[in-house]
């Protein structure tokens, strides 16, 4: 009986030490390619810039930007009034400027997503035009 009871104990520990063995291989399996890697982009040192898929849980966070607070007051707040933006931090000046941009398939160069205006932007270095 208490062999059994041994065997079980052994068994379990075993079971344990497989899932522990697994959970730690896929931890280091996070891949680090650059198609795990976003693009970001700071417009105050204009500077773009990659994260990848493990530095992006320390130098991102999320920010809300508020609408002007005389429009909200002849308002009740809504919540869907404000919106949520990702920020990354610059690795240049430190600050959380760093906004979403894209990274040209053609030249690897990283763009600001739009520019000034608004509308999408061309990559400034070989004019790749991210609209069919
Ligand atoms: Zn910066
Ligand atoms: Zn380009």
Same mark, same amino acid.
């Given at each position: 009986?208490?062999?059994?009871?041994?065997?079980?104990?052994? &068994?379990?520990?075993?079971?344990?030490?497989?899932?522990?063995?697994?959970?730690?291989?896929?931890?280091?399996?996070?891949?680090?390619?650059?198609?795990?890697?976003?693009?970001?982009?700071?417009?105050?040192?204009?500077?773009?810039?990659?994260?990848?898929?493990?530095?992006?849980?320390?130098?991102?966070?999320?920010?809300?930007?508020?609408? +002007?607070?005389?429009?909200? &007051?002849?308002?009740?707040?809504?919540?869907?009034?404000?919106?949520?933006?990702?920020?990354?931090?610059? +690795?240049?000046?430190?600050?959380?400027?760093?906004?979403?941009?894209?990274?040209?398939?053609?030249?690897?160069?990283?763009?600001?997503?739009?520019?000034?205006?608004?509308?999408?932007?061309?990559?400034?270095?070989?004019?790749?035009?991210?609209?069919?």
């Amino acid at each position: 009986m208490s062999n059994k009871i041994k065997l079980s104990v052994a &068994a379990l520990l075993f079971g344990i030490a497989i899932i522990l063995h697994f959970s730690l291989d896929s931890e280091k399996k996070i891949p680090e390619t650059e198609e795990t890697k976003t693009a970001w982009f700071c417009t105050p040192c204009d500077h773009g810039f990659q994260l990848s898929g493990s530095e992006m849980t320390e130098k991102i966070s999320v920010g809300r930007v508020d609408r +002007p607070s005389d429009e909200e &007051a002849s308002e009740p707040q809504i919540p869907r009034r404000r919106r949520m933006i990702k920020v990354a931090q610059c +690795p240049v000046c430190k600050e959380w400027s760093g906004e979403a941009a894209r990274r040209c398939p053609d030249c690897g160069h990283i763009f600001s997503a739009k520019t000034k205006e608004g509308q999408p932007a061309v990559c400034p270095n070989c004019q790749w035009d991210p609209l069919p």
